[in-house]
C-alpha cells in the first residue's frame, strides 16, 4: 500500500514541476518570429529615413557650394551684416553677445570650445561651414560628442549673422526636442 502512496505522490509532484518548468519565461517560436519581422520592418523604415536625410544633406551641400562660387549672388562672402543688441534682446527675451556659438540650440560652452579650436569663432564661419565639418568638430572631442546632431548648426548661425532673431527664436522653440 505505501507503495502506491509513494508512487502517487511523486507523479503529483513531477506533474506540478513539469507544469512550471514548461510554463517559463521564455517567449515561443511565434512570438520569436513576430519581434523578428517588427524588427526588420523598423530598421527598413530607419534606412529609409537615412537615405532621405543623406539626399537632402546632398541638396543641401550642392546648394551651399554653389553659393559660395557664384558671386552674383547675396552669398555670406559678399554682404555685411551688422549685429543689433537690441533687435537680439527683443526676440530672445535675454542680452545676447555677438558670435556667442552657444546661442545656437546644440552648443554649449565645452563644444564652442571645440570649435574655438579648430578656428571657428564668428557666427560667420559657422554658417559657412559644413555639417560634416562640424561632425568632424565633434568627434575631436571624444564619443561623449557624438550623440549631438550638427546638421542645423550652420543654418542657425547664418540666421544669427544675418540678423534673423525671430526666425531663428521661432525654428530653436519648434526644435527645442523637450529642453525646456
Partial sequence: M?????LAITGIISGILGYFFGKSDTPSIQEKSFEINTLEIQNAKLKSDLETCRKRLESFTTKTKQLEFD???????SKSFSFDTGEAKAAFG?????NDLKLVEGIGPKI?????????????????????KCQE??????????????ASW????????????EQLFEWQEKHRAGKY
Fill in 137 to 150: 568638430v565633434l568627434d575631436s572631442g571624444g564619443k561623449r560628442y557624438r550623440i549631438h546632431d550638427p
Fill in 94 to 98: 535675454k542680452t545676447i553677445k555677438e
Fill in 154 to 165: 550652420p543654418m542657425q548661425a547664418k540666421m544669427a549673422y544675418e540678423g534673423h532673431w
Fill in 71 to 77: 558671386n552674383h549672388t547675396n552669398s555670406l562672402q
Fill in 2 to 6: 505505501w507503495y502506491w502512496i509513494i
Fill in 112 to 132: 564652442e570650445g571645440l570649435f574655438h579650436n579648430f578656428g571657428i569663432k564668428t557666427w560667420k564661419e559657422l554658417a559657412e561651414t559644413s555639417a560634416d
